[in-house]
Antibody, heavy 121, light 110 residues
Framework: LQLQESGPGLVKPSETLSLTCTVSGDSISRSNYFWGWIRKPPGRGLEWIGTISYSGSTYYNPSLKSRVTMSVDTSKNQFSLRLSSVTAADTAVYYC??????????????WGQGTMVTVSS | QSVLTQPPSASGTPGQRVTISCSGSSSNIGSNTVNWYQQLPGSTPKLLVYNDNQRPSGVPDRFSGSQSGTSASLAIGGLQSEDEADYFCAAWDASLNGVLFGGGTKLTVL
């Protein structure tokens, strides 16, 4: 199983950050899998953004919930992240990842390589 | 406020045993299992320990996890220079209904 993030590396303040994670080596629509997004701002620790099931059930970080939307596209074997009204504080390396087993509570055992997103005008 | 607290730094010499702590509360470590991640410089986070004390395939048994009450620990035995990395604990938090990460511990091998 491999995950690969894609999307713009530069986003203007107040605009919407959009990233896609392409899943290869397995089907995203397996009923026991969830899919997640985590980010790491420069010089800071990891921050969980949210987790989504193949059927669209979502769990979002309460601190980001009002700005986050996650979705799954089973036809493309992809899942996506949208973060609206971005500021410089959203500058980070964004990772997509998969929890180990069939629960959003599980450890993330497969990670994408990460993509750097900078918020700047 | 839900927080997992780790020391910002730790160090040891080659061959030593080092322990990194992770302190939480009843809503996270006290009621859910703890996972540990290693992030080498410039690399993607790697799952090191899951469900408090289980190692994924390929992780050396020098790495071990434990949990007691609302705290957890990661022990690294026979420290090697390649262990120099950032280490993060994580757990599900019932109050957040989501995943909580610790702030991370930077391990230096002297």
């Amino acid at each position: 199983l491999q995950l690969q993030e894609s999307g713009p590396g530069l986003v203007k303040p107040s605009e919407t950050l959009s990233l896609t994670c392409t899943v290869s080596g397995d089907s995203i629509s397996r009923s026991n899998y969830f899919w997640g997004w985590i980010r790491k701002p420069p010089g800071r620790g990891l921050e969980w953004i949210g987790t989504i099931s193949y059927s669209g059930s979502t769990y979002y970080n309460p601190s980001l919930k009002s700005r986050v939307t996650m979705s799954v596209d089973t036809s493309k074997n992809q899942f996506s992240l949208r973060l609206s009204s971005v500021t410089a504080a959203d500058t980070a390396v964004y990772y997509c990842a998969r929890p180990l087993a069939g629960s959003p509570r599980d450890a993330f055992d497969v990670w994408g390589q990460g993509t750097m997103v900078t918020v700047s005008s | 406020q839900s927080v997992l607290t780790q020391p910002p730094s730790a160090s040891g010499t080659p061959g030593q045993r080092v322990t990194i702590s992770c302190s939480g509360s009843s809503s996270n470590i006290g009621s859910n299992t703890v996972n540990w991640y290693q992030q080498l410089p410039g690399s993607t986070p790697k799952l090191l320990v899951y469900n408090d004390n289980q190692r994924p395939s390929g992780v050396p048994d020098r790495f071990s996890g434990s949990q007691s009450g609302t705290s957890a620990s990661l022990a690294i035995g026979g420290l090697q220079s390649e262990d120099e990395a950032d280490y993060f604990c994580a757990a599900w938090d019932a109050s957040l209904n989501g995943v909580l990460f610790g702030g991370g511990t930077k391990l230096t091998v002297l």
